[in-house]
């Protein structure tokens, strides 16, 4: 699952890098019509900002309860390992 939330944060931004690009080029050609770009920019934003709640969220120290650091394997309060599971 966090492999799944992780490649989706990474794709979203990146969606929202090239979406962006796309609306400037559109803006400086002065094309006002952007709303969609918007949109999808706004949705990976909202994407990016779900993957990192579920993260923050989702890495607690099963026997402490401590968040943990993103990525991180064990705990650094008790040392017990959290990754490799679900
Ligand atoms: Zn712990």
């Not at 990146?14 to 006002?32: A, E, P, Q, R, W």
């Amino acid at each position: 699952m966090n492999k799944i939330v992780s490649g989706l944060t990474c794709a979203a931004m990146v969606s929202m890098t090239v979406d962006c690009g796309i609306l400037g080029l559109k803006l400086l050609n002065g094309n006002k019509n952007i709303l969609t770009d918007s949109c999808v920019a706004l949705a990976c934003l909202a994407v990016i900002a779900a993957c990192a709640v579920y993260k923050v969220f989702h890495s607690r120290c099963p026997r402490c309860g401590i968040p943990m650091p993103a990525g991180g394997k064990y705990c650094s309060r008790c040392g017990q390992k959290c990754g490799g599971e679900g």
